[in-house]
């Protein structure tokens, strides 16, 4: 049900995005199409669907119960399960639910007494936590991975649209229909495997080290995947020198599927007749131009890049499972749901928030060509490079794997050093045997505690 959302949320994405930003009486500009760059699709209706769905959701959950009423019998079955742990915290609580602790008759002071007990607790698990090399390592690593997930799921409509030349709402069904089913696939799968072969810490580990290896593969494979364009993009020439060109304004054209003009004046173009251009001094004589982008669509290129990024994901989600057991296992019991809160807060600072952040500034340094939005600042971007664009994003994302392969090496050496501490530990000396003479019977002494139990 979890992937259900993405899914959900890619296909509305192209619906919406494959219509025009407004709605009535205006009509698309002349020229545009869904392939121009310059195509601004209705992307403000998904956040006012999607506000309106919690909204009414929220309603909803405002009818449930402030506590949901529970089994008698199940009380007293927890309780007695925390008391049997080793924890003084468990024991605590169980006695606290049983009423065995004193009383305070003051209630203010009841109350103040219990929220510095919380706040110091906070600090003590949080304390406890980090000291635990095996939950921080697979916590780092859960944020490096992240740092991937984040990037991929925010900008890999804009690379596809960007590097294959398609439009924004075909980009955003092909990445949807390729990651939405491989992370659910990749999901089930980790948590089968986890589930049939009884895998413990080393193991989840080792799986974890395979699954990487082979995505980081699949990043090196992505790097390459591209179309070769044959598109040259022209601004200011010396033939357009004197038209005085406006440079925010893209009014693209292309010349026999090769050459793009940033706008007719820049190819020098006199005369319109529709979508053609004539008499353009930038062109030899008798030339025409028309209207839009050259397009160079490579299929067999789009074909193999979605197939590896399937492969890709597939494997990168495989790892999920087997990272929540290593966290659940490497913490005391008490402890489990609060180092699962703790791994969210770290995970959203390292990774959640900058990764965004960072890999936006990967992309827009390969912008060719920028909109203007007021007298001084500018405004989106109308062209990227779409041949440095796969080194830099996938080139970052490499050295990112890199990076969460190194600690997962760290993490094994660890785990296997701290399963061979036990067995190198010496062991107790044999209890001295009882001497001959008294563990002599006679043929007919039968021992009296076998003749009980029987």
């Known amino acids: 049900m979890v992937a259900l959302g993405p899914a959900l949320g890619f296909l509305m994405g192209s619906a919406l995005l494959s219509q025009w930003i407004n709605i009535g009486h205006n009509q698309i500009p002349h020229g545009i199409t869904t392939n121009d760059p310059r195509w601004i699709g209705r992307w403000w209706a998904g956040f006012l669907v999607s506000a309106s769905s919690l909204t009414i959701l929220s309603f909803f959950l405002c009818t449930f119960p402030a506590k949901l009423q529970r089994d008698i019998n199940q009380t007293v079955e927890s309780i007695d399960e925390t008391q049997s742990t080793n924890s003084v915290f468990a024991l605590g609580q169980a006695a606290t639910r049983r009423h065995t602790l004193p009383k305070l008759t003051n209630s203010t002071q009841c109350k103040s007494l219990c929220q510095i007990s919380k706040i110091k607790d906070i600090f003590t698990s949080i304390t406890d936590l980090l000291m635990n090399l095996t939950f921080l390592l697979i916590v780092l690593i ?14 890999m409509v804009k690379y596809i649209e960007s590097v294959f030349n398609l439009s924004s709402s075909l980009s955003s069904t092909l990445t949807g229909s390729i990651i939405v089913p491989a992370a659910v ?57 004197l038209c005085n060109c406006s440079p925010h304004i893209y009014q693209p054209i292309c010349y026999q599927e090769q050459i793009t003009y940033l706008s007719p004046c820049h190819a020098g173009c006199i005369y319109i007749n529709g979508t053609d251009y004539s008499n353009c001094t930038c062109l030899p004589k008798g030339r025409n131009v028309r209207l839009g982008s050259c397009q160079n669509i490579c299929f067999t290129e789009t074909f193999l890049f979605l197939l590896i990024l399937f492969i890709v994901t597939f494997f990168q989600t495989l790892m999920a499972t087997p990272q929540l057991i290593i966290i659940l296992r490497s913490v005391q019991h008490e402890l489990q749901s609060f180092g699962l809160g703790l791994e969210n807060c770290i995970m959203k600072i390292l990774a959640q928030i900058p990764a965004p ?98």
Request: hydrophobic share 40%.
């Open 142 to 155: 859960n944020s490096v991975e992240s740092i991937l997930v984040v990037s991929f799921t925010t900008f």
């Open 185 to 241: 696939f990749g999901t089930f799968t980790g948590g089968y495997l986890v589930r049939r072969f009884h895998m413990g810490i080393l193991q989840c580990i080792k799986m974890i080290l395979i699954t990487c290896s082979i995505s980081w593969f699949g990043l090196i494979a992505l790097l390459f995947l591209k179309c070769q364009s044959t598109t040259i993009y022209k601004g200011n020439t010396q033939c357009s020198k």
């Open 357 to 454: 952040i960072l890999f936006g500034i990967i992309i827009d340094n390969q912008c060719l060509f920028w909109s203007q939005a007021t007298c001084d600042r500018r405004g989106s971007c109308f062209i990227y490079n779409g041949d440095r664009l796969p080194f830099t994003l996938f080139g970052t994302a490499i050295i990112i794997k890199g990076i969460s392969f190194f600690l997962l090496i760290i993490l094994l050496i660890v785990t296997i050093r701290q399963h061979k501490i036990p067995n190198n530990q010496p062991s107790s000396p044999p209890p001295p045997h009882p001497p001959p003479s008294l563990t002599l019977q006679s043929p007919e002494q039968e021992d009296p505690l076998i003749i009980s139990t029987l």
